[in-house]
């Protein structure tokens, strides 16, 4: 189907901890783009990834696109309390509609 | 300059009524969305437009009725309203398959 799943639907960390969260399809994604809403905000484009086992870094986050295109994975690492929110994977379905994934809420306590 | 605008950021009603959001994009999008994000900050495409056409309508009730006047605005009007209408709905664009652009949301309370 259209839908992507994410998990965990939650994360509660120490501030320093890494963080990780995953987004899966049931079927093969063209691209992946990556976002976060911070509470109270709307979403904020962070990243897109197409190509297979493509990895990108954005200072203290990593995202990766699995080979077979049907996953991928943001990681936090050392993480502080500016990156509290909400982080949505969304796939691209007939080019121009874009399904956003269930997000995980992350939680950073100094 | 905000690149995606809409008004009202908050909107309090009673059942039954109806509301109107409005929105604007600065940035020469051809496309224009709108999404709802309830409770649980589940983000759900419902209408798309591409130089003022409909391209995407999801299952919506017809008591939703988006309006796009030009390619830079597209509205969204809601007649009787209920209180599963209650929700953030966020104005977006973007030069498909590329990002989207959101405004700052639009919260509706439905009492």
């Known amino acids: 189907g259209q839908q992507v799943m994410q998990i965990p639907q939650y994360q509660h960390v120490q501030e320093g901890e890494d963080f990780t969260t995953y987004c899966n399809s049931s079927?093969?994604?063209?691209?992946i783009q990556w976002y976060k809403q911070r509470p109270g905000g709307h979403p904020v484009f962070l990243i897109q990834?197409?190509?297979?086992?493509e990895v990108k870094k954005q200072k203290r986050l990593t995202f990766q696109f699995g080979e077979a295109k049907k996953n991928s994975s943001l990681h936090i690492t050392a993480t502080q309390t500016t990156d509290v929110g909400t982080y949505f994977c969304?796939?691209?379905?007939?080019?121009?509609?874009?399904?956003f994934g269930t997000g995980t809420r992350l939680q950073v306590f100094p | 300059d905000t690149a995606v605008s809409q008004t009202p950021k908050y909107l309090v009603t009673q059942m039954g009524n109806d509301k109107s959001i409005k929105c604007e994009q600065n940035?020469?999008?051809?496309?224009m969305y709108w999404y709802k994000q309830d409770s649980k900050k589940f983000l759900k495409i419902m209408f798309s437009?591409?130089?003022?056409?409909?391209?995407i309508n999801e299952t919506v009730p017809n008591r939703f009725s988006p309006k796009s006047p030009d390619k830079a605005h597209l509205n969204l009007h809601i007649n009787s309203l209920e209180l599963g209408d209650s929700a953030v709905y966020f104005c977006?664009?973007?030069?498909?398959?590329?990002?989207?652009?959101f405004g700052e949301g639009s919260r509706l309370t439905v009492l």
């Open positions: 977006a664009s973007s030069l498909p398959p590329g990002e989207l652009f």
């Open positions: 079927t093969t994604l063209s691209n």
């Open positions: 990834l197409v190509k297979s086992g």
């Open positions: 969304a796939r691209t379905y007939n080019t121009d509609k874009l399904i």
């Open positions: 940035l020469g999008h051809d496309t």
């Open positions: 437009y591409n130089n003022k056409e409909l391209i």
